[in-house]
T-cell receptor, first 112, second 118 residues
């Protein structure tokens, strides 16, 4: 069965410093992995997706993630945090029926 | 292109009542999925509709049911509401079955309907 574990429930960074949000996955086959962001009162927005092409995936707003099969990880990074990045972030894996399996979420706080 | 729209945005019901939530899919999308997001949790898959038929269901009881219409819009119905049904209900649409092995069919989510059961 597929699952994801987000290793931090809350991450706090200062504006302009790097962001690292950690995600480990479990899958019985080569997974499709995603990162979604959820701002208050807004729908989930896709940041990036990995679908067995390049292992380093670039997304919107300067975010990127690296698929590491040996470590079963798909961590999300950004070189420099912006105040507008404060939100809830979800790591997601799909199963072969089209169902999305979400992690518990990581709240990113960005301090001025 | 229009995005996914959901209605109502907020509603309050009492235990035992029934509720219907509505979703209009993004233009060009023919598949709708519904997710339940409890406070402080990640969304959980309820079911997916493709060509007006249920195509995949999560671990939810039969009192959670849905419909998809010929214009690809959808409804989520919940009967005999329980306190634990209080959550944000998210609708998402895609062109073709969502996710899958290639992950090619990405979901577009609506802002959700927040249901409070008293």
């Amino acid at each position: 069965a597929q699952s994801v574990t987000q290793l931090d429930s809350h991450v706090s960074v200062s504006e302009g410093t790097p962001v690292l949000l950690r995600c480990n996955y479990s899958s019985s086959y080569s997974p499709s992995l995603f990162w979604y962001v959820q701002h208050p009162n807004k729908g989930l927005q896709l940041l990036l997706k990995y679908t067995s092409a390049a292992t380093l995936v670039k997304g919107i707003n300067g975010f990127e993630a690296e698929f590491k099969k040996s470590e079963t990880s798909f961590h999300l990074t950004k070189p420099s945090a912006h105040m507008s990045d404060a939100a809830e972030y979800f790591c997601v894996v799909t199963d072969n029926t089209g169902k999305l399996i979400f992690g518990q979420g990581t709240t990113l706080q960005v301090k001025p | 292109e229009t995005g996914v729209t959901q209605s109502p945005t907020h509603l309050i019901k009492t235990r035992g009542q029934q509720v219907t939530l509505r979703c209009s899919s993004q233009s060009g999308h023919n598949t709708v999925s519904w997710y339940q997001q409890a406070l402080g949790q990640g969304p959980q898959f309820i079911f997916q509709y493709y060509r007006e038929e249920e195509n995949g269901r999560g671990n939810f009881p039969p009192r959670f049911s849905g419909l998809q219409f010929p214009n690809y819009s959808s409804e989520l119905n919940v009967n005999a509401l329980e306190l634990d049904d209080s959550a944000l209900y998210l609708c998402a649409s895609s062109r073709g079955l969502a996710g899958g092995m290639s992950g090619a069919n990405v979901l577009t989510f609506g802002a959700g309907s927040r249901l409070t059961v008293l």
